[in-house]
């Protein structure tokens, strides 16, 4: 890792790190969904039938993100981003404003590949010293991508985009999967068609999330997640080999957790969200995190510092530290959370890592 790149991190690293020792007085990371809009049909997600509403302008989110000194990771979700006609000026204006920022990333299905190159180029021109991570949705092979996002085309555009963005200076690049009944036997597939349609494509490249369910955000109440998968270490270790960063680290010691979640145990890791970590919906509600149905205020009329110590939110995040939200151990509030928490996730890990080392020593 070049040096300067590795001063980046561990001044990230060290902001993040306030949460290891109180609640900071705003949020260090925050998911910021933009619209509930969407070109795409998917299987597992009906955000697109929400009525529009009434969503964040440029102006408003920047007047957000002034309020909030200390964001240093940041989510920017949907719906689908570039919908908006609007989605580089609004990146443009938060990476201008949040100078703390360390981590910029979105997720887009790829649809818009004009607007997705132009918006990056755009944002590392204006702040090259941001982690500017781009997560390009692509579920199977190109007939079952194309179905389970319900339209003709998508793969072929995501695809496109993908090679498109793999070429950019400065851009981190990433295909998520995310799995699901409909997908969760073709993930071999997927990789052979990965590796035919990008030159020089990696393991590293290449994330997995699960289907989540989640009212106010992927509005798919009653979605049947896949059975839990077993054997993800082993799987993980033989495609890739030892972690060989921070980023491949902490995607092992998630999978290591992953798989005794998948069993059935508690998670064991305290969940960052109201502590450090909180979800804005398009329309400025405040919410612990895009699973758990708990509007806590509206931004558009009271500021970030006075919602977040309000008594009603720290109320909220007393109740989720006693699990009344349901828990969850979802990637992209996992990530948070085993870093926000070094000794739980050091205690819960070495525990669990003996006792995968000790079942494939067994041959189980
Ligand atoms: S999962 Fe993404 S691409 Fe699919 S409908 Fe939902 S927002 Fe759109
Ligand atoms: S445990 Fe999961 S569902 Fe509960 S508040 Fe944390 S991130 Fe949200």
């Given at each position: 890792?070049?040096?300067?790149?590795?001063?980046?991190?561990?001044?990230?690293?060290?902001?993040?790190?306030?949460?290891?020792?109180r609640?900071?007085?705003?949020?260090?990371?925050?998911?910021?969904?933009?619209?509930?809009?969407?070109?795409?049909?998917?299987?597992?997600?009906?955000?697109?039938?929400?009525?529009?509403?009434?969503?964040?302008?440029?102006?408003?989110?920047?007047?957000?993100?002034?309020?909030?000194?200390r964001?240093?990771?940041?989510?920017?979700?949907?719906?689908?981003?570039?919908?908006r006609?609007?989605?580089?000026?609004?990146?443009?204006?938060?990476?201008?404003?949040?100078?703390?920022?360390?981590?910029?990333?979105?997720?887009?299905?790829?649809?818009?590949?004009?607007?997705?190159?132009?918006?990056?180029?755009?944002?590392?021109?204006?702040?090259?010293?941001?982690?500017?991570?781009?997560?390009?949705?692509?579920?199977?092979?190109?007939?079952?991508?194309?179905?389970?996002r319900?339209?003709?085309?998508?793969?072929?555009?995501?695809?496109?985009?993908?090679?498109?963005?793999?070429?950019?200076?400065?851009?981190?690049?990433?295909?998520?999967?995310?799995?699901?009944?409909?997908?969760?036997?073709?993930?071999?597939?997927?990789?052979?068609?990965?590796?035919?349609?990008?030159?020089?494509?990696?393991?590293?490249?290449?994330?997995?999330?699960?289907?989540?369910?989640?009212?106010?955000?992927?509005?798919?109440?009653?979605?049947?997640?896949?059975?839990?998968?077993?054997?993800?270490?082993q799987?993980?270790?033989?495609r890739?080999?030892?972690?060989?960063?921070?980023?491949?680290?902490m995607?092992?010691?998630?999978?290591?957790?992953?798989?005794?979640?998948?069993?059935?145990?508690?998670?064991?890791?305290?969940?960052?969200?109201?502590?450090?970590?909180?979800?804005?919906?398009?329309?400025?509600?405040?919410?612990?995190?895009?699973?758990?149905?708990?509007?806590?205020?509206?931004?558009?009329?009271?500021?970030?510092?006075?919602l977040?110590?309000?008594?009603?939110?720290?109320?909220?995040?007393?109740?989720?530290?006693?699990?009344?939200?349901?828990?969850?151990?979802?990637?992209?509030?996992?990530?948070?959370?085993?870093?926000g928490?070094?000794?739980?996730?050091?205690?819960?890990?070495?525990?669990?890592?003996?006792?995968?080392?000790?079942?494939?020593?067994?041959?189980?």
């Amino acid at each position: 890792m070049p040096l300067v790149q590795l001063a980046r991190r561990t001044e990230l690293v060290a902001r993040l790190a306030e949460t290891w020792v109180r609640r900071p007085p705003t949020p260090t990371r925050l998911v910021l969904d933009v619209t509930r809009r969407c070109n795409l049909r998917c299987s597992m997600c009906r955000t697109w039938e929400a009525p529009a509403g009434h969503e964040l302008t440029v102006a408003e989110i920047g007047a957000i993100v002034d309020q909030l000194p200390r964001l240093c990771w940041l989510d920017v979700t949907g719906g689908e981003p570039f919908l908006r006609g609007d989605a580089e000026a609004l990146l443009l204006e938060i990476a201008r404003r949040a100078r703390a920022l360390g981590v910029l990333h979105f997720p887009t299905n790829g649809w818009f590949e004009a607007r997705v190159v132009a918006a990056c180029e755009a944002i590392v021109r204006a702040r090259p010293d941001l982690d500017l991570i781009v997560t390009v949705s692509v579920d199977g092979p190109e007939a079952l991508h194309d179905r389970m996002r319900g339209r003709e085309g998508a793969y072929r555009r995501a695809i496109g985009t993908l090679r498109r963005l793999r070429e950019l200076a400065g851009v981190q690049v990433y295909v998520g999967t995310t799995i699901t009944r409909d997908n969760q036997g073709a993930m071999g597939a997927l990789r052979e068609a990965l590796g035919r349609e990008l030159p020089g494509f990696r393991a590293g490249e290449h994330h997995l999330n699960w289907l989540q369910v989640s009212g106010h955000f992927f509005r798919n109440e009653g979605a049947a997640p896949p059975e839990p998968p077993a054997g993800l270490v082993q799987e993980h270790l033989a495609r890739r080999g030892p972690p060989r960063g921070l980023v491949e680290l902490m995607e092992l010691v998630f999978l290591v957790n992953r798989e005794f979640v998948g069993r059935g145990e508690a998670a064991g890791v305290p969940c960052q969200a109201l502590r450090s970590a909180a979800f804005v919906s398009p329309e400025g509600l405040l919410y612990p995190c895009h699973v758990y149905d708990r509007p806590l205020g509206d931004l558009r009329e009271r500021p970030f510092a006075e919602l977040w110590s309000s008594e009603h939110v720290l109320k909220a995040r007393s109740e989720i530290e006693a699990l009344a939200c349901g828990g969850c151990f979802t990637p992209c509030e996992a990530y948070p959370a085993l870093a926000g928490a070094p000794a739980a996730t050091l205690r819960q890990t070495a525990r669990r890592a003996l006792t995968l080392a000790g079942e494939a020593i067994r041959g189980r």
